[in-house]
């Protein structure tokens, strides 16, 4: 961004960020943990420093959950930054940024008011399921399936090429509740503990200091509480996903 002119307040933050990105993260990412998977505490602790310079809470203004409301320049400075540092730690910082602005856009009250703060404080990560082994960016051929029982939704199938997948507590998941191309799809949130789900690495030829992984669902089990977003215009909020 050397051609976009910063302001005070903007030098302060990325001048500030940079300062930590060199002494404390370039060390684990750059000599450490190079091309090797960096365990989650690790990260964890990165990330909860990071959210104190605005890296994820600076995508949500609701500062009653934590959010900082930083214009989108200034966020993309900071995370430049850290792209800059280590391309590896701007994949769990993006995410975790893209999984909160879609929290704080879409989610049901409760949903946020739960998972929102951790996300923000850098204390818990998610990981947005789309992509399967037969359905990429072709979001209409996905075949993950929510059936519902009750008041619960039991869902089936399996997502690839999913970053985050092995650091989540929390997963967003995009399934099919009918046969209809664009109504039938349906974001849910699953809680890792309270609704299990298996992970499984993806062996890749760079990128090996992140989590890029396969989900399992085998009939796991959802509150309806857990659906993200209204009727029809679920197909429409694709688009904030990915």
């Excluded at 399967?132 to 869902?155: H, L, Q």
Aim: glycine share 8%; charged share 25%; net charge negative.
């Amino acid at each position: 961004m050397g051609h976009v002119f910063r302001s005070d307040v903007q030098e302060l933050a990325v001048q500030s960020l940079r300062r930590y990105l060199d002494a404390e993260v370039e060390p684990v990412y750059n000599r450490e943990y190079r091309d090797r998977f960096v365990p989650k505490d690790v990260l964890g602790a990165i990330m909860q420093r990071l959210a104190g310079f605005g890296l994820v809470s600076g995508v949500v203004a609701d500062e009653r959950l934590g959010g900082l409301g930083l214009d989108w320049l200034t966020a993309v400075m900071l995370f430049e930054e850290v792209a800059t540092t280590s391309i590896d730690l701007s994949v769990p910082v993006a995410i975790n940024s893209f999984g909160a602005s879609l929290l704080d856009k879409i989610a049901p009250e409760h949903l946020r008011e739960r998972y929102l703060p951790g996300l923000l404080r850098g204390e818990t990560f998610v990981s947005i399921a789309v992509s399967e082994p037969g359905a990429g960016s072709n979001v209409m051929e996905i075949r993950t399936r929510a059936r519902r029982d009750g008041d619960d939704y039991i869902i089936s199938g399996e997502k690839t090429w999913i970053s985050n997948g092995g650091y989540s507590d929390f997963l967003i998941c995009t399934c099919r509740t009918s046969d209809e191309p664009r109504g039938g799809l349906t974001h849910f949130l699953i809680d890792r503990k309270e609704h299990p789900y298996e992970v499984s690495e993806i062996s890749k030829v760079a990128f090996n200091s992140q989590s890029t992984a396969q989900i399992f669902l085998s009939d796991v089990r959802v509150p309806a509480a857990n659906i993200l977003g209204e009727g029809r215009e679920r197909f429409k909020q694709h688009s904030i996903v990915v």
